[in-house]
């Protein structure tokens, strides 16, 4: 398997093969029956493009009050456990011992998008963040570890898998767009994206 690297992003081209982007599918799937998706809203007022939800024993929320993690769904119940099929993609390409707490799941409908921004609410940010992309492809801008500056585009197809950590790990990154449809491994379309977050 090769690695790309990319502005200090370690770019896993096509590492899940088709019966691994599968399972990895089911896994969400029992994933977002246990904890539907849910359009949050900016700390400006408007709501996201992505609709998203979370596993592990903490979850992404964000609403007027700002970005966060939670200990519980909008809906009040625990997030489920973040799927061993997910946490085993995890092992492969950081080597930790340390178990991320936090499994974002993000879909992406055909308009949806993600301005560039830092991953930055979790308290220690020597761990990497580990993305995973299922679906329609989806272009992904790298920036700078400061906002402004030249970026760098590629898109991330299904089974890719990246790293960002190191001196990377705040480096600004987001989705301008994806290409609808351009996958079969979602039956409506659109595009997953996991990313595997080591939170307290
Ligand atoms: C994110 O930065 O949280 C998501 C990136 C992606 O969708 O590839
Ligand atoms: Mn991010």
Redesign the pocket.
Known sequence: MSCLELRGFEIWKGMLDPARQEAVVAAVRDVVSAAPLFRPETPYGRPMSVRMTSAGRLGWYSDRRGYRYAPRHPGGAEWPAIPEVILTIWQEVTGLERQPDCC?I?W?GEDAR?GL?Q?RDEADLSWPVV?I?LGDD?L?RIGNPTRGGSTESLW?TSGDV?VMGGAARLTY???DRIRFRSSRLLPKGG?L?L?LRVVT
Request: glycine letters at 12%; proline letters at 0%; aromatic letters at 12%.
């Open positions: 974002l993000n992406y993600m921004h991953d993305s992309s989806g992904f991330l990246v990154h987001g989705i595009r994206n990313t």
